[in-house]
């Protein structure tokens, strides 16, 4: 299969299990949030070392905020709710509460306790901080704590809704070298950034040390993806298209499989054209997730 | 929305006549002849309520009254649903009330939100929405919830409430807030000048901007449609703290724009 004379690889991307929040978060103006939004998404670019994934959904424009304010919807995934509920607290009070201006919401707030779905508890936790001058104000069915700081108050909503997600969709996109490789994987993120319910946790939406499950070390668990480097393809099993001297690799979180597959048929699309030989995609055998991802099927199902 | 419309039959024994079986978590459920089988208090008497008004429309989460005399109690102790008012209540409106929405599209009596007979707490949950004005102690006992009067509240608006909000829209505040525990009492009025109450602590005045809990207030009553005005952007909060001879941490905002 080819797209404007790029090689589609019959192959498919191999995702796994997450769950996943939503926060809104709301500052005085954009500046603030997108100081905001930078440190409370920073270090949280894979679960291989880091306590979730997260990033920017989308900007959301002050008159379809909670209160009224420029906002951003930030999606965070973890392995299971648990972690969320460790996670989450621990960057909101750290990246989020100390931030001038600003105040964080529930982005899911019908999801209720199921086995499929949980209510993790943020401001009920940081509420604290207030050390006994904080106050609980109920709003349309929806709790809030307000925690007196210095630059007046941090409104933080009780808990927030998690849901059960799928991580570690991705494709790869491979190129003649690096200016011209990564010219195309932008174009990709570009495509994908404005769809909704997905993430690009990677820096820029774009990983460059793709990686395999296990490792010849003992204490590692993931190791470089040795068959899409292009310095090792004369030492082993290269999976690397003649003309390839680079390739990026774009990692999709997202809320359901429609939305995974959706980013990653728009973003292949973005991303052929000239200069890209190939498209393909990181599986590691079904060793690792039970969601797969075929990149031909992908392309039929997600339009675009 | 769906559901009855009780419109009241021009007689009847209107004073003697208790409102706290309309409630639309209880008739909305009901068939129109079930509905009309509904006993009503009047006085040590209990008449059907279909005696008393003509019932149409279906079964369904919204109640609208129309034509009704200022009964005491209405929508007491309802958990959900929609009530419906096209007049003036009496006293005791939503007592003890824990869900649900009332709207009055016209004046209420004493302690709105207050406790029932039974209690000792008032209105745990929902909101209550008033156009006009509302007699004395509105939010009388309140654990939680949302009053907010379109008109002016006469006196001592947050009266002994525990916690919950209640929204004055028009006119200075007779003493808001009298031993109040917790909860926030809030004058909407900017053309009053910020009253300084001897049983309060005033902290100053702060941006709308820079407090997000009043911001998602105003943004609320907005989509009520419970007061008349918008409040505008560039509005500041007038912010007390009291009652200080009770817990203290009630508060009082003036919200001007």
Known sequence: ?304 | MSGYTLTWKPHGPPALADGAALRPDVLGALAPDALRAVALKVGRDSVPLGDLFDVSGESGPTLTLRGVPPLPRMGAKMVSGELIIEGNTGDDLGASMRGGVIRVRGRAGHRVGGPDYTSDRGMTGGEIVVSGDAGDYAGLRMRRGLIAIGGAAARSPGFRMLAGTVVVARGALDSPGLEMQRGTVVALDSSVTPARHAWFQCEGEFPLTSMPAALLLVRRLAELKATNGSVAANAVVNLSSGDRFGLGKGELWQIRS
Not at chain 1, 117 to 134: E, L, M, N, P
Not at chain 1, 161 to 184: H, R, S, Y
Not at chain 1, 193 to 221: C, E, H, N, Q, W
């Open chain 1, 1 to 304: 299969m080819r797209i404007q004379g790029t090689i589609i690889d019959d192959t498919f991307a191999e995702a796994f299990r997450m769950w996943a929040a939503r926060l809104v978060v709301t500052a005085i103006d954009a500046a603030w949030l997108e100081t905001a939004v930078r440190t409370v998404t920073g270090y949280a670019t894979s679960v291989i070392g880091c306590d979730a994934e997260a990033a920017l959904e989308r900007m959301i424009p002050a008159s379809e905020t909670p209160d009224g304010r420029p906002g951003a919807a930030l999606l965070f995934f973890a392995f299971n709710a648990d972690k969320l509920a460790k996670a989450l607290p621990n960057r909101v009070g750290q990246c989020l509460m100390t931030c001038p201006t600003t105040a964080v919401y529930d982005g899911l707030p019908d999801v209720k306790v199921t086995e499929d779905s949980a209510r993790i508890s943020v401001g009920a936790k940081i509420r604290f901080f207030g050390d006994g001058h904080q106050k609980s104000k109920a709003i349309a069915g929806r709790r809030y704590w307000r925690v007196p700081v210095m630059d007046g108050e941090f409104v933080v909503e009780e808990s927030v809704g998690a849901v059960k997600a799928i991580a570690g969709g991705n494709f790869l996109v491979c190129g003649p070298d690096q200016a011209t490789t990564l010219a195309a994987t932008r174009r990709a993120v570009d495509a994908i950034a404005p769809l909704p319910d997905v993430i690009t946790p990677f820096p820029g939406g774009i990983v460059r040390s793709g990686s395999k499950v296990g490792s010849r070390y003992k204490a590692m668990f993931a190791s470089t993806n040795d068959e899409y480097c292009p310095t090792l393809r004369s030492r082993g099993k290269t999976k690397l298209h003649d003309g390839v001297g680079c390739v990026y690799e774009i990692v999709l979180n997202g809320l359901s499989k429609e939305a995974i597959v959706r980013a990653m048929a728009v973003g292949i699309r973005a991303a052929c054209g000239p200069g890209t030989v190939a498209i393909s995609a990181g599986n590691y055998g079904g060793k690792l997730g039970k969601f797969h991802f075929k990149l031909h099927e992908v392309l039929a199902e997600g339009g675009a």
